[in-house]
Each structure stands twice: as C-alpha cells, then as structure tokens.
C-alpha cells in the first residue's frame, strides 16, 4: 500500500525541547516538502529536498532543521529557537522537482507547552 | 507577500447547491493550478488542476474556471453533498520554481442535509 506516512500523529512537547518528525514514502518520489498549518491559514513551505542529501529553505525556515539521508526519508526537527512551534505539520512528495502533483501524509499535530 | 488570495473564508450550502470558490493571483508566471481538499485531522488530497491554455476543466462534481486576462480562478461544486464538507485549499506554481506551491489560505465548506 503506497503513500506517505507520519509519525506520530499527535506530539507533545515542553517547551525548550527539540522534536523531530518523521515522514516517510514508498512512491519512490524523488521530491519531498515540510509544510506548517496554522488555524485559518493556508500552507506555508518550511523546507524541501529535490534529491538525497540535498535540501533548500522554504518560506519560514528559521527555527527548524531537515535531512535527506534516504530517498525514503525526509524528518524535520523542531528547534527550541522556533518561537510558535504549536501547529499541524505536513510532509509531502512529488515525482521529482518538475513533478506538480503533490502527496500529502496524514500530519502530525504538534503541541509544545 | 500572499501571492494568492482566497474568497471566501467559509460558505455554507444546503444539499444540491452550488458553492464557488474563488483565488487571485498576482504572479503572471505561474502555470500550473490546483485545487485541494482537507478534512480536519487529515492531509489535503489533489482534487483537480488546470494550466492557463485552457479556460475550464470538468472531474466529475468538480469545474475549474480560470479567466487568465484577470488572473483569477475558481472551482465550482455541483449538486453538493454534505460529504463535500471540507476545507479546499487553492495553490499556484511555476514552472521555474519545479513545484513549490503557493497556497491561499483556504475556504470552510459546510453542506447542509
């Protein structure tokens, strides 16, 4: 059964923590992407990786941190600098870089106190 | 800056009603536009897409609109259901930019019995 996975789906922290989010696919895309929500707004791109151990700042990067040892895996860390780490975070994956549609996975709810 | 604007921010519809959402966008160069859909605690789902060489695109319930002279574009839900109740989210992209999307910042449906 091909898709995207996250892991957990809900996460609590304190604050002053660092958190790491796990996103994994097995659709052999070669692109992935971190997305934030916020309530009543849209997406906003925090990091993608267009290939393996290659990776670029999205729109609201400061404040997280990416790898992409693995074509499969794409996990974001949640830095205790990011000053309103509390939101829903989405993973998604696209073919390649050139690729439009987009994959999303189920989210993980963070929430840090 | 949001490049794309999204109007409204929720409707509400009875059954068999048609419910029309639309978004603006700034950047010429875009080239590529999606509409999704997201039901709460889940990841947004691809719904339909269009390019700018066509003026309307059918997918069952689902039209997407586009006017490129004004830049705007809007998806059309026929004979709505309740279980179209959802948050749809329209996005931009360019073809520079592979396929980082830009979103609007979303609309609340709610289909009435």
């Known amino acids: 059964d091909g898709g995207i996975t996250q892991s957990p789906k809900y996460l609590f922290r304190k604050e002053g923590q660092n958190v790491t989010l796990s996103c994994e696919q097995n659709?052999?895309?070669?692109?992935m992407y971190w997305y934030r929500q916020d309530p009543g707004q849209g997406l906003r791109l925090i990091y993608y990786?267009?290939?393996?151990?290659?990776?670029q700042k999205g729109d609201i990067a400061e404040g997280y941190s990416v790898s992409r040892e693995k074509k499969e895996s794409f996990p974001l860390t949640v830095t205790s600098a990011q000053k309103n780490p509390t939101a829903f975070y989405l993973c998604?994956?696209?073919?390649?870089?050139?690729?439009?549609?987009?994959?999303f996975g189920p989210g993980t709810r963070l929430t840090v106190t | 800056q949001q490049q794309v604007k999204q109007s409204p921010q929720s409707l509400i519809v009875q059954k068999g009603g048609i419910p029309i959402i639309n978004c603006a966008y700034e950047?010429?160069?875009?080239?590529?536009f999606p509409w999704y859909q997201q039901f709460p605690g889940k990841g947004p789902a691809l719904l339909i897409a269009?390019?700018?060489?066509?003026s309307e695109k059918k997918e069952g319930r689902f039209t997407i609109s586009f006017n490129k002279s004004a830049k705007q574009f809007s998806l059309h839900i026929m004979d709505s259901q309740p279980g179209d109740s959802a948050t749809y989210f329209c996005?931009?992209?360019?073809?520079?930019?592979?396929?980082?999307?830009?979103f609007g910042e979303g609309t609340q449906l709610t289909v009435n019995p």
């Open positions: 998604a994956s696209s073919g390649t870089i050139r690729s439009y549609e987009q994959y």
């Open positions: 659709l052999n895309h070669d692109a």
């Open positions: 990786s267009q290939i393996v151990n290659d990776f």
């Open positions: 950047n010429t160069a875009f080239d590529y």
């Open positions: 269009i390019r700018p060489d066509v």
């Open positions: 996005a931009a992209s360019k073809e520079t930019s592979g396929s980082r999307l830009t």
